[in-house]
């Protein structure tokens, strides 16, 4: 079946620093991945995704690359502002179907 | 993208009452879904709801507790019945645009069972 296993949290970064959240999936065929961001107080936003192998989804400074060899999807941000303070959730859509699968969410904040 | 928006965006509710929750997108879409996020937890479906047919139900969900209607191709409503405690939650719809393969939600609706 499809899951999304999705690094714990909480994270806490100073500006500036470097960001990973780590993401993996397990799924059948070729899906799509994702990764949306929930700031506080607000819906989920889609902040990038990809949808075929070697692909570089990326917004605001994010990346993210799709390994299928790792079966991967890991987000990266190479200097975090205060506002990226959100929870980040990492997605995939399984082949063929709509139904997206969420990981559990990565609370990041960023103090200045 | 879409823009989509829900209402209310928040509510408290009495033990044993019902809310529909509105879900009103800019543009038509076939494909609607409605999602549950409950405290400090992700996102699980609830249902999908297309235009033109019943709404079909995830596992653990049923229709006489969140019955859906979907009149046209860029409205949509969830109800939640007889609401107790444990339907606190956040209640998110979200559309899939033709050929984008990709969900765009709304802001949600914050609903407390008291």
Redesign the interface.
């Known amino acids: 079946g499809n899951s999304v296993t999705q690094m714990e949290g909480p994270v806490t970064l100073s500006e500036e620093a470097f960001l990973t959240i780590n993401c993996t999936y397990t799924a059948t065929g070729y899906p799509?991945l994702?990764w949306?961001v929930q700031y506080p107080g607000?819906?989920?936003?889609?902040l990038l995704?990809a949808?075929k192998a070697d692909d570089k989804g990326s917004n605001k400074g994010f990346e993210a690359t799709y390994r299928k060899e790792t079966t991967s999807f890991h987000l990266e941000k190479g200097s975090v502002q205060v506002s990226d303070s959100a929870v980040y959730?990492c997605a995939l859509?399984g082949t063929g179907a709509?139904?997206?699968f969420?990981?559990?969410?990565t609370r990041l904040t960023v103090i200045p | 993208s879409a823009v989509i928006s829900q209402k209310p965006s928040r509510d408290i509710c009495q033990r044993g009452t019902s809310l529909t929750i509105q879900c009103q997108v800019d543009s038509q879409v076939t494909m609607m879904f409605w999602y549950r996020q409950q405290p400090g937890q992700s996102l699980t479906l609830i249902a999908t709801a297309n235009q033109g047919s019943e709404a079909t139900y995830e596992s653990g969900f049923v229709i006489d507790k969140f019955p859906i209607s979907r009149p046209n191709l860029t409205f949509s409503t969830l109800t939640v019945s007889n609401m107790s405690p444990e339907d606190s939650s956040i209640y998110l719809c979200s559309v899939e645009p033709y050929s984008t393969d990709t969900q765009y939600f709304g802001p949600g609706t914050r609903l407390t069972v008291l």
């Open positions: 799509s994702f949306y607000e819906g989920l936003q889609l995704k949808t959730f859509s709509n139904n997206l969420f990981g559990t969410g």
